[in-house]
C-alpha cells in the first residue's frame, strides 16, 4: 500500500494540474424522479486518491449523485465514468465501488468476522486469504477484540468501524461514505474525522463523502463540492471554499458571514471602493464581479471583524450598536445592530482571563477590517 | 399499606394471563386427560366413573381406583390410529409447505409495495375472514366439484377434455387448507419482511451479491423468525383439522380430527377419544418444547 508523506500531501492538487486525468467524470448527469430533478446537468471531475466532499443541505442531490457512483440509482441523462470507463451498464455488483452506508447496513444475522468477509467470499477469495484480510481490517480499525460480536452487541461507534473495515475489505479503488459518522456523538464524530484522513492517506484509496456539516468537510476533504438544488455551486480545497467563495449561498453555507449592502464607487487595479447607503467608504482588496454603479455586498467573516469604543480610522468603519453578546468561552461573539439596521457578528477571541469584557450590551461601538479581510459577492 | 396493595395490583395484572391458562386451558386439559383414563359406558354421561364431586375425598380415590390406560394400549394396538396420525402430520407438512411457497411471495410483494399500498393489502388478507369459516370452506365444494367453476372453465379454456375429480380428493383437502391459513402465514411474513431494512440489500449489492444471492444471503435468512411463526401458526391447527378433510377430503383422506370425531359422536366412545386427543396434544407440543429449548440455547451460547 502507497504511504504519502504529509510533505508530499500538501503538493498533491491534481485538479491544478491540466494533464492529469479524472478517475470520477460525471458528464453532464441528470437525475429526474417524475417531475422532480434531483441532479441538473451536472459535470465534474474527481481525481485519484483524492478526498473529495458532497457539502450541501439535505435534499440537494449530493446522497442521490453519490449513490449513482455506487449503481443504485439510473442516470436519466449524460454518463458517469471511472477511471475512462463508462458505468452506466455496469451492475453495483460488478462495481470496483464500495459504499459505507448512513445506517452501516451491518448484517444483523452476521458476526463482526462475518460482516467484514461478506464481499471477500462473494469474490470467491480463497478461505486463508479471507481470514487473513479480515484480520488486516479488523486490525486497521482497531477492533480484533470483537471479531466474534453480533451488530447488536456493539457500540455506534464500533459498528461504525465495522462498517468501515467491510467497506475497504474488498480493496475498493473509490470508497463512498454516506454521512459516515452522523450517528456519533460530537467528541467521537472530531475525533473519527482525523482517523478517516489518516486512514484515506495510508490507504491510497480514493474517498469521496457525504455530508451536511460544513467542519466535517472541511476536516477530511482534499476538495470540497457545494450543491444546491441538484447543482455544483463551487468545487474548490477547504481554504478557497471559505476565504474565496464564489457566492453567498457557498459563503453562508460555510461558516458565518456579515453581508452589507453598497455601491461600487471606484475600480482600481486590486482593490474597490464601495459606498454604503450611509455614506461609509469601504475598501476592499478583492475585485469580485461587477462594475461602477453596480449594487454588491460586502462580505466579511465575524473572526475577520474588529470591534471597538473609538472609531479606528476614516476607512473601512460601521458604526453600530450591541444588541447581544454570547460568551463561547474560547470566544466571544457580538451581534451588533448596524446603523443601516442590519445585524453583523464579530467574534472575538478572549485572550485573556477577565471576568468582564470592555464592550457590553447596548454600546456605541464601531467594526473595522483590512481591505483583505472582505469581498465582494454579486448582488 | 398503600404500597403493598399498589404491588399486589402490579402482580395481579401478571397473574391475569396465567389465570386465564388455567381456567380455559389447564382445567379442560385436564378434564380430557381424566376422561382418557376413564371406562366407555352406556350410561349418562357415557363413561364411568363418573366422578361426582359431592363423593368428598374417599368417593374420589375410590374413583381413581378405577383409572386404566386400556385406552391408551387400545390406540397404540389398532392401525387405524396410528395411520391417521401419520396421514394427519404428512399432509399438515405438505400443506404447511405449500402455503410457505405460496404466502412467502406474498407477504414479500407486499412489503416492498409502495408504503401508501400496504394497509390495503393487509386489508386484503384479512378481509377473507369477515367471512365464516364454514361458508368459505362450503364455497369450494361448489368452486371444485365436477360441475363446478374451476372444471367449467377449463373446459371453456380447452385445456381438459373431461371434468377432473378434485372435490373429495387430497387435492381438495390441500386447496382448502392452504386457500383458509394463508393469512396466518402471510400475516407473521410481511411483519417481518416490512421491518427488514432495504439498504441491508444494498449494502449486499455493494458487496458483489446479485440481487437473487442477496435475497438468498440476506433477506432469507433474516426473514427465519417470521418463517417459523407463520409455519407453526399454520402447521399445528392444520394436524388436527377436521372441517376441511370432512368437507373437502375423500373417505380416503385419513385426518386424526376426523377419525377423532367419529370416535366421537360415531361411536359415542367419549375415553377413546380423548385418548387419541391428549396423544395428539403430546405430538404437537414435545417438537415445539425442544425447538424452543435449541433456540434458547443457542442465543445462550451467542452471548
Not at chain 1, 170 to 185: F, S
Not at chain 1, 257 to 277: F, G, H, R, Y
Not at chain 2, 158 to 168: K, Q, S, W
Request: hydrophobic content about 45%; charged content about 20%.
Amino acid at each position: 500500500m502507497n504511504v504519502k508523506s504529509s510533505q508530499q500531501r500538501r503538493a498533491y492538487q491534481p485538479w491544478e494540474d491540466a494533464e492529469a486525468k479524472p478517475f470520477i467524470e460525471f458528464r453532464n448527469v441528470t437525475k429526474r424522479y417524475g417531475a422532480v430533478t434531483a441532479v441538473d446537468n451536472l459535470s465534474l471531475s474527481i481525481y485519484e486518491r483524492e478526498f473529495f466532499a458532497l457539502l450541501g443541505p439535505s435534499g440537494c442531490g449530493k446522497t442521490t449523485l453519490m449513490r449513482m457512483l455506487a449503481g443504485f440509482e439510473q442516470i436519466t441523462e449524460g454518463a458517469v465514468y471511472l477511471a475512462g470507463e463508462d458505468l452506466s451498464s455496469t451492475p453495483p455488483y460488478q462495481r470496483p465501488v464500495n459504499m459505507m452506508f448512513q445506517s452501516y447496513a451491518l448484517f444483523p444475522h452476521m458476526n463482526v468476522e462475518k460482516n467484514i468477509a461478506f464481499g471477500l467470499k462473494q469474490e470467491g477469495m480463497p478461505k486463508a486469504e479471507i481470514a487473513d484480510r479480515v484480520a488486516e481490517m479488523l486490525s486497521l480499525v482497531k477492533m480484533q477484540d470483537f471479531a466474534s460480536r453480533k451488530p447488536d452487541q456493539l457500540s455506534g461507534g464500533q459498528r461504525q468501524r465495522v462498517a468501515l473495515a467491510r467497506s475497504l475489505a474488498k480493496q475498493p479503488k473509490l470508497l463512498l461514505l454516506d454521512e459516515p459518522l452522523g450517528a456519533l456523538d460530537r467528541k467521537l464524530r472530531e475525533e473519527t474525522q482525523f482517523e478517516l484522513v489518516d486512514l484515506q492517506e495510508s490507504l491510497g484509496i480514493t474517498f469521496m463523502i457525504v455530508t451536511h456539516d460544513q467542519e466535517e468537510a472541511m476536516t477530511v476533504a482534499d476538495r470540497i463540492a457545494v450543491m444546491e438544488h441538484g447543482k455544483i455551486v463551487q468545487v474548490d480545497p477547504p481554504i478557497q471554499m471559505y476565504e474565496r467563495p464564489n457566492n453567498r449561498y457557498v459563503a453562508d453555507f460555510l461558516g458565518n458571514i456579515n453581508l452589507v449592502e453598497a455601491t461600487i464607487d471606484k475600480i482600481s487595479n486590486d482593490q474597490v471602493t464601495l459606498a454604503t447607503p450611509s455614506g461609509n467608504v469601504l475598501k476592499v482588496n478583492h475585485t469580485g464581479s461587477g462594475s461602477t454603479g453596480d449594487k454588491v455586498w460586502m462580505a466579511a467573516r465575524p473572526e475577520k471583524l474588529l470591534i471597538g469604543l473609538q472609531k479606528p480610522g476614516e476607512e473601512n468603519c460601521l458604526p453600530g450598536e450591541v444588541w447581544d453578546i454570547a460568551y463561547l468561552g474560547d470566544l466571544t461573539i457580538y451581534k451588533v445592530k448596524l446603523d443601516s439596521g442590519d445585524f453583523a457578528k464579530v467574534s472575538v477571541l478572549n485572550r485573556t482571563v477577565a471576568e468582564t469584557r470592555d464592550i457590553t450590551w447596548e454600546d456605541q461601538v464601531w467594526l473595522s477590517f483590512e481591505p483583505d479581510a472582505a469581498l465582494v459577492l454579486a448582488s | 399499606m398503600k404500597r403493598v396493595l399498589q404491588s399486589i395490583a402490579a402482580r395481579s395484572t401478571i397473574w391475569v394471563p396465567y389465570f386465564w391458562l388455567l381456567l380455559l386451558f389447564l382445567a379442560p386439559f385436564l378434564m380430557v386427560v381424566k376422561l382418557s383414563v376413564s371406562e366407555p359406558a352406556i350410561a349418562q354421561p357415557p363413561y364411568l366413573p363418573a366422578m361426582d364431586f359431592w363423593d368428598g375425598p374417599p368417593g374420589w380415590w375410590e374413583d381413581i381406583r378405577q383409572f386404566s390406560i386400556s385406552n391408551y394400549i387400545f390406540i397404540m394396538e389398532d392401525s387405524l390410529y396410528w395411520k391417521s396420525y401419520l396421514s394427519s402430520l404428512r399432509i399438515a407438512i405438505i400443506a404447511t409447505s405449500l402455503t410457505l411457497l405460496i404466502g412467502y411471495p406474498l407477504a414479500y410483494g407486499m412489503a416492498r409495495a409502495p408504503r401508501a399500498w400496504r394497509p390495503t393489502l393487509l386489508m386484503l388478507v384479512i378481509l377473507p375472514f369477515w367471512t365464516s369459516f364454514l361458508i368459505r370452506v362450503y364455497a369450494w365444494i361448489g368452486i371444485l366439484k365436477k360441475e363446478g367453476l374451476l372444471n367449467q372453465f377449463l373446459l371453456w379454456l380447452g385445456v381438459i377434455g373431461e371434468p377432473l375429480t378434485i372435490l373429495n380428493t387430497n387435492i381438495a383437502v390441500y386447496i382448502g387448507i392452504v386457500y383458509s391459513y394463508l393469512p396466518f402465514m402471510v400475516l407473521p411474513l410481511y411483519a417481518n419482511l416490512e421491518k427488514q431494512d432495504v439498504s441491508l440489500l444494498e449494502a449486499a449489492n455493494d458487496l458483489g451479491c446479485t440481487n437473487r444471492q442477496a435475497f438468498w444471503k440476506v433477506t432469507w435468512p433474516l426473514s427465519l423468525p417470521g418463517v417459523i411463526a407463520g409455519c407453526f401458526l399454520v402447521f399445528i391447527p392444520t394436524v388436527g383439522e377436521f372441517v376441511i378433510p370432512s368437507l373437502l377430503g375423500g373417505s380416503d383422506t385419513l385426518m386424526i380430527g376426523r377419525t377423532l370425531y367419529d370416535e366421537f359422536f360415531q361411536n359415542r366412545d367419549w375415553p377413546v377419544s380423548s385418548a387419541v386427543a391428549v396423544i395428539l396434544l403430546l405430538i404437537l407440543i414435545v417438537p415445539i418444547m425442544l425447538f424452543q429449548r435449541s433456540e434458547g440455547r443457542a442465543k445462550e451460547r451467542e452471548q
